[in-house]
């Protein structure tokens, strides 16, 4: 029995340990490399819409977000990102449109419709600012994505110096459709990937090559 206690008592602290990690990585990664508050374009990152091509829970919260944020006057544009990456519905299309009807005027409205995943959103993103002389940018996902996307962006600005720019987070809130365990099974996963990524960083692709 006394071995058993024991034994009980490691697995427990080992547990312990672990969530530790696991979850102080998550949430202490940089939130931001500047101290501005005020920036050039406000970055959606793309989700998918449903099936029937209205917004999903997540896509919706983030397009709000991102409308909030335009309106209190962080960025005087918008930029949406998403190809038809899950279904044929491209999300920045279907992002922009949900932002005109929330009262963005679509001329504050730029579609990013090429990427796929989270490092294409921020690479094409970054392209079309330094085309148009934009250098920064507030980021705007949902909460339990927040920790890839900062660990994408210092890697971006890292290994994509010709297309960094000045950045922060800020995330959308919590559908609330979403129960408690889905949160935290969301959050576990990414905190999980977080951690991989924060000691194996990402694979080298032209989009995120290993040298600058």
């Known amino acids: 029995m ?9 697995l427990f602290l080992a ?7 696991l979850y102080g990585n998550f949430f202490t990664l940089p939130q ?13 990152l793309g989700t998918p819409s449903k099936l029937d091509g209205t917004p999903s829970p997540e896509q919706r919260e983030r397009v709000l977000e991102g409308v909030r944020e335009y309106k209190a006057g962080i960025a005087p544009r918008i930029i949406m990102t998403g190809g038809a ?3 044929h519905f491209v999300e920045a299309h279907s992002m922009a449109q949900f932002a005109a009807s929330q009262g963005v005027p679509p001329s504050a409205i730029v ?6 995943n989270t490092i294409q959103n921020i690479f094409y993103s970054a392209q079309i600012m330094h085309q148009q002389g934009w250098s920064s940018a507030e980021v705007v996902s949902s909460p339990y994505h927040l920790g890839r996307t900062e660990l994408i962006l210092l890697a971006f600005n890292k290994r994509q110096p010709a297309l960094s720019i000045d950045w922060r987070t800020h995330p959308s809130k919590w559908p ?9 099974i969301l ?26």
């Open 2 to 10: 006394k071995l058993f206690r024991q034994a009980l008592f490691t």
């Open 15 to 21: 547990v312990w340990v672990f969530l530790l990690v």
């Open 32 to 44: 931001h490399n500047t101290t501005a508050t005020h920036f050039d374009a406000i970055v959606v």
């Open 85 to 87: 990456a899950h279904n």
């Open 111 to 116: 579609e990013e419709d090429r990427s796929q």
């Open 176 to 184: 609330p459709e979403y129960a408690i365990y889905h949160k935290i």
């Open 187 to 212: 959050n576990t996963v990414e905190a999980w990937r977080c951690l991989q990524l924060r000691f194996l960083s990402f694979p080298s692709s032209r989009f995120l090559p290993a040298h600058a």
